[in-house]
Protein backbone atom coordinates (compact mmCIF):
# COMPACT_ATOMS: atom_id res chain seq x y z
CA UNK A 1 0.00 0.00 0.00
CA UNK A 2 1.03 3.32 -1.06
CA UNK A 3 1.58 6.32 1.28
CA UNK A 4 -1.96 8.06 2.28
CA UNK A 5 -3.78 10.50 4.03
CA UNK A 6 -6.58 9.64 6.81
CA UNK A 7 -9.88 10.78 5.85
CA UNK A 8 -10.04 12.73 9.54
CA UNK A 9 -7.42 14.92 8.00
CA UNK A 10 -9.34 15.69 5.02
CA UNK A 11 -12.71 16.03 6.71
CA UNK A 12 -10.62 18.81 9.18
CA UNK A 13 -9.88 20.52 6.60
CA UNK A 14 -13.23 21.36 5.10
CA UNK A 15 -12.98 25.12 4.47
CA UNK A 16 -15.96 26.48 5.33
CA UNK A 17 -19.60 25.94 6.17
CA UNK A 18 -22.63 26.20 3.55
CA UNK A 19 -25.28 28.83 4.12
CA UNK A 20 -28.13 30.25 2.23
CA UNK A 21 -28.11 33.56 0.77
CA UNK A 22 -26.22 35.07 -2.05
CA UNK A 23 -23.93 37.27 0.04
CA UNK A 24 -23.07 34.43 2.49
CA UNK A 25 -21.93 32.89 -0.60
CA UNK A 26 -20.42 35.41 -1.89
CA UNK A 27 -17.73 35.87 1.46
CA UNK A 28 -17.73 31.65 1.27
CA UNK A 29 -16.25 32.25 -2.11
CA UNK A 30 -13.97 34.82 -1.37
CA UNK A 31 -12.59 33.02 1.95
CA UNK A 32 -12.48 29.62 -0.02
CA UNK A 33 -10.25 31.28 -2.77
CA UNK A 34 -8.06 32.46 -0.21
CA UNK A 35 -7.50 29.32 1.74
CA UNK A 36 -6.78 27.83 -1.06
CA UNK A 37 -4.46 30.49 -1.74
CA UNK A 38 -3.39 29.35 2.04
CA UNK A 39 -2.99 25.31 1.37
CA UNK A 40 -0.92 26.15 -2.20
CA UNK A 41 1.58 28.20 -0.26
CA UNK A 42 2.11 25.23 2.13
CA UNK A 43 2.01 22.78 -0.22
CA UNK A 44 4.93 24.90 -1.80
CA UNK A 45 6.75 25.09 1.21
CA UNK A 46 6.79 20.97 1.49
CA UNK A 47 8.53 20.46 -2.01
CA UNK A 48 10.53 23.83 -1.89
CA UNK A 49 11.23 24.09 1.92
CA UNK A 50 11.56 28.36 1.55
CA UNK A 51 10.09 29.80 4.91
CA UNK A 52 8.52 32.39 3.02
CA UNK A 53 5.96 30.42 1.68
CA UNK A 54 5.37 30.08 5.34
CA UNK A 55 4.43 33.53 5.79
CA UNK A 56 2.53 33.57 2.98
CA UNK A 57 -0.08 30.84 4.13
CA UNK A 58 -0.67 32.79 7.44
CA UNK A 59 -1.23 36.41 4.56
CA UNK A 60 -3.85 34.02 3.20
CA UNK A 61 -5.37 32.28 5.60
CA UNK A 62 -5.76 35.84 8.05
CA UNK A 63 -7.44 36.82 4.92
CA UNK A 64 -9.78 34.45 4.80
CA UNK A 65 -10.75 34.50 8.12
CA UNK A 66 -11.38 38.63 8.06
CA UNK A 67 -14.08 37.91 5.39
CA UNK A 68 -15.83 35.07 6.86
CA UNK A 69 -15.80 35.03 10.45
CA UNK A 70 -18.05 32.02 10.47
CA UNK A 71 -14.74 30.03 8.59
CA UNK A 72 -12.94 30.42 12.54
CA UNK A 73 -12.00 27.40 13.38
CA UNK A 74 -10.83 25.97 9.70
CA UNK A 75 -8.59 28.89 9.94
CA UNK A 76 -7.27 28.35 13.03
CA UNK A 77 -6.81 25.00 12.50
CA UNK A 78 -4.76 25.85 9.07
CA UNK A 79 -2.82 28.40 10.75
CA UNK A 80 -1.87 25.80 13.70
CA UNK A 81 -0.23 23.83 10.78
CA UNK A 82 1.75 26.94 9.21
CA UNK A 83 3.33 28.06 12.91
CA UNK A 84 4.19 24.22 13.68
CA UNK A 85 6.56 23.98 10.61
CA UNK A 86 7.84 27.53 11.15
CA UNK A 87 8.83 26.01 14.96
CA UNK A 88 6.65 28.25 16.44
CA UNK A 89 5.16 25.61 18.84
CA UNK A 90 3.48 28.07 21.41
CA UNK A 91 1.79 29.57 18.55
CA UNK A 92 0.99 26.36 16.81
CA UNK A 93 -0.99 25.31 20.63
CA UNK A 94 -2.70 28.51 21.17
CA UNK A 95 -4.44 28.11 17.40
CA UNK A 96 -5.68 24.55 18.75
CA UNK A 97 -6.52 25.88 22.29
CA UNK A 98 -9.26 27.85 20.53
CA UNK A 99 -11.07 25.43 18.81
CA UNK A 100 -13.85 23.19 20.65
CA UNK A 101 -13.51 19.77 21.00
CA UNK A 102 -16.90 19.56 18.58
CA UNK A 103 -15.41 20.33 15.66
CA UNK A 104 -13.31 17.27 15.63
CA UNK A 105 -13.88 13.82 14.58
CA UNK A 106 -13.97 12.49 17.99
CA UNK A 107 -13.47 13.94 21.75
CA UNK A 108 -9.57 12.99 22.15
CA UNK A 109 -8.47 14.54 18.87
CA UNK A 110 -7.80 18.21 19.96
CA UNK A 111 -5.89 16.67 22.81
CA UNK A 112 -4.00 13.89 21.21
CA UNK A 113 -2.69 16.87 18.68
CA UNK A 114 -1.49 19.17 21.26
CA UNK A 115 0.33 16.62 23.54
CA UNK A 116 2.52 15.64 19.65
CA UNK A 117 2.91 19.74 19.17
CA UNK A 118 4.07 19.52 22.90
CA UNK A 119 6.41 16.56 22.48
CA UNK A 120 7.79 17.88 19.63
CA UNK A 121 8.57 21.26 21.34
CA UNK A 122 10.10 18.99 24.48
CA UNK A 123 12.40 17.53 22.02
CA UNK A 124 13.61 20.94 20.14
CA UNK A 125 14.39 21.77 23.98
CA UNK A 126 16.56 18.89 24.32
CA UNK A 127 14.10 17.30 27.23
CA UNK A 128 13.78 13.29 26.16
CA UNK A 129 11.40 13.19 29.65
CA UNK A 130 8.92 15.49 28.72
CA UNK A 131 8.93 14.30 25.33
CA UNK A 132 8.68 10.55 26.68
CA UNK A 133 6.14 11.72 28.65
CA UNK A 134 3.75 13.65 25.76
CA UNK A 135 4.39 10.07 24.09
CA UNK A 136 3.00 8.16 26.84
CA UNK A 137 -0.35 10.44 26.81
CA UNK A 138 -0.87 10.13 23.08
CA UNK A 139 -0.93 6.51 23.36
CA UNK A 140 -3.14 6.68 26.52
CA UNK A 141 -5.78 8.84 24.62
CA UNK A 142 -5.36 6.75 21.51
CA UNK A 143 -6.67 3.68 23.39
CA UNK A 144 -9.59 5.46 25.00
CA UNK A 145 -10.82 6.19 21.60
CA UNK A 146 -10.17 2.32 20.50
CA UNK A 147 -11.16 0.63 23.57
CA UNK A 148 -14.51 3.09 23.25
CA UNK A 149 -15.42 1.91 19.82
CA UNK A 150 -13.36 -1.33 19.84
CA UNK A 151 -16.59 -3.23 19.56
CA UNK A 152 -17.92 -1.33 16.90
CA UNK A 153 -14.95 -1.59 15.24
CA UNK A 154 -14.03 -5.41 15.07
CA UNK A 155 -15.96 -5.87 11.99
CA UNK A 156 -14.12 -3.30 9.73
CA UNK A 157 -10.88 -4.68 11.31
CA UNK A 158 -11.22 -8.36 10.26
CA UNK A 159 -11.84 -6.86 6.96
CA UNK A 160 -10.11 -8.62 3.87
CA UNK A 161 -9.15 -5.31 2.25
CA UNK A 162 -6.44 -4.34 4.36
CA UNK A 163 -6.43 -0.75 2.73
CA UNK A 164 -9.82 -0.27 3.61
CA UNK A 165 -9.40 -0.99 7.03
CA UNK A 166 -5.67 2.13 6.98
CA UNK A 167 -8.37 4.72 5.23
CA UNK A 168 -10.71 4.05 8.33
CA UNK A 169 -10.79 6.39 11.28
CA UNK A 170 -10.33 3.34 13.84
CA UNK A 171 -7.62 1.76 11.57
CA UNK A 172 -5.55 4.92 10.96
CA UNK A 173 -5.78 5.61 14.86
CA UNK A 174 -4.94 2.26 15.84
CA UNK A 175 -1.80 2.50 13.55
CA UNK A 176 -0.80 6.13 14.91
CA UNK A 177 -0.90 4.74 18.63
CA UNK A 178 1.70 2.05 17.64
CA UNK A 179 4.00 4.72 15.85
CA UNK A 180 3.59 6.00 19.23
CA UNK A 181 4.35 3.23 20.88
CA UNK A 182 7.19 2.59 19.52
CA UNK A 183 9.22 5.49 20.00
CA UNK A 184 9.18 4.47 23.50
CA UNK A 185 9.60 0.97 23.57
CA UNK A 186 11.40 0.33 20.35
CA UNK A 187 10.10 -1.74 17.18
CA UNK A 188 10.55 -5.39 18.78
CA UNK A 189 8.41 -4.80 22.40
CA UNK A 190 5.73 -3.09 19.50
CA UNK A 191 5.65 -5.67 16.97
CA UNK A 192 5.06 -8.21 19.28
CA UNK A 193 2.10 -6.07 20.85
CA UNK A 194 0.66 -6.04 17.46
CA UNK A 195 1.22 -9.77 16.80
CA UNK A 196 -0.99 -10.40 19.91
CA UNK A 197 -3.47 -8.05 19.16
CA UNK A 198 -3.75 -10.21 16.05
CA UNK A 199 -4.33 -13.64 17.34
CA UNK A 200 -6.32 -12.24 20.27
CA UNK A 201 -8.58 -10.43 17.85
CA UNK A 202 -8.60 -11.76 14.21
CA UNK A 203 -7.69 -8.56 12.80
CA UNK A 204 -6.52 -8.17 9.28
CA UNK A 205 -2.77 -9.81 9.20
CA UNK A 206 -1.99 -7.36 6.15
CA UNK A 207 -2.92 -4.55 7.89
CA UNK A 208 -0.58 -5.46 10.78
CA UNK A 209 1.80 -6.09 8.63
CA UNK A 210 1.51 -2.47 6.92
CA UNK A 211 2.23 -0.85 10.33
CA UNK A 212 5.21 -3.14 10.71
CA UNK A 213 6.77 -1.90 7.59
CA UNK A 214 5.84 1.37 8.63
CA UNK A 215 7.68 1.65 11.67
CA UNK A 216 10.45 -0.56 10.20
CA UNK A 217 10.97 2.22 7.36
CA UNK A 218 9.97 0.35 4.82
CA UNK A 219 10.39 3.32 1.41
CA UNK A 220 7.15 1.74 0.13
CA UNK A 221 4.88 2.29 2.75
CA UNK A 222 4.56 5.19 4.53
CA UNK A 223 1.84 7.29 6.71
CA UNK A 224 1.34 11.02 6.74
CA UNK A 225 0.91 11.65 10.51
CA UNK A 226 -0.37 15.38 11.41
CA UNK A 227 1.60 17.40 13.67
CA UNK A 228 4.60 15.05 13.39
Known amino acids: MKSRIPVLFCMILCFVQCREGSERQSREKACLEFSQKGAEMLN??????????????????????????????????????VYF???????????????????????????????????????????????????????????????????????IMRSPDAEYISLTLYGWNLAERYYYSSKLCGNLRTFGQLDSLQKVSGYNPQYIQWIKDVLSGDENESMQIIFE
Open 85 to 155: YKEEYDNALRMLRQMPDSVFPFPQQRTIFIEKIEARQAAKGHDTLKRDLHYRNIVMYFDRFLETYRSAADS
Open 44 to 81: RFHFEKTPSYLDSALMYYDRAAAIDPTARNSTLYNKAH
